[in-house]
């Protein structure tokens, strides 16, 4: 593995969880909580959405293995969905990959800060497809323990940046601003993309090769 692999894994898992992009509709949801049950509910998120990573990171593999599909096809598919979320990102749309307008909706009128840090914190905003499919593609590259835990520590450092952004979200929004966090989610969004068909095309190519 090297060096660029490893920025790879860390830059692309970062920007699936995309720990700017979350702020927008996390204020929302954190307005019903106080300050103390708001806390709590973003590491109680924090702790959900890394046990439901950690699960498909170690057993995705071995699921996709007994269904028989190979590797570039696990890339190919990441690579699609990766890119979906790009260009939502790109045009600031609704994430696919995150929740609808409707389940939005229901969760902030959940008065019980459990219930929200399940969902839709944990499921879908943290542990969405997106980062389940990003994870599964990853770990399957190298079937080695080294690997294994590069991706474990890249996924904790994108969820641990989400923490972060979650707890200090208004000073956030206050400085950037919903502009300057639009911009950058788009950026964000372009770099997704661009790392998307490079995943389909080194997929491809590896099938090429190996016809």
Known sequence: ??????????????????????????????????????????????????????????????????????????????????????????YARPRRSKSSPEEKEDAID???????????????????????ATLIMFSSKHHTTANLVIVFLAMLFAFLSAVVAMLFSDKVLK?????????LDRVVGLILCSLAIQFIINAIVSIIRGI
Not at 16 to 45: C, H, Q, T
Not at 80 to 86: A, C, D, E, Y
Not at 110 to 132: H, N, Q, R, S
Not at 175 to 183: E, K, P
């Open 1 to 90: 593995m090297t060096t660029d692999y490893i920025l790879t894994v860390f830059i692309t898992i970062f920007t699936v969880v995309d720990p700017l992009g979350l702020i927008p509709v996390f204020i929302p949801i954190a307005e019903n909580f106080n300050k103390k049950d708001r806390k709590r509910l973003i590491f109680m998120s924090f702790l959900i959405a890394t046990i439901i990573a950690s699960i498909f990171l170690l057993l995705g593999k071995k699921l996709f293995g007994y269904l028989g599909i190979e590797f570039n096809a696990i890339y190919i598919v990441g690579g699609i969905l990766l890119f979906l979320i790009g260009l939502d990102m790109i």
């Open 110 to 132: 959940e008065e019980d800060y459990k219930e929200v840090a399940v969902f839709p914190l944990a499921i879908p905003m943290l542990a969405g497809p997106g980062t389940i």
């Open 175 to 183: 400085v950037l601003g919903r502009t300057g966090i639009n911009v």
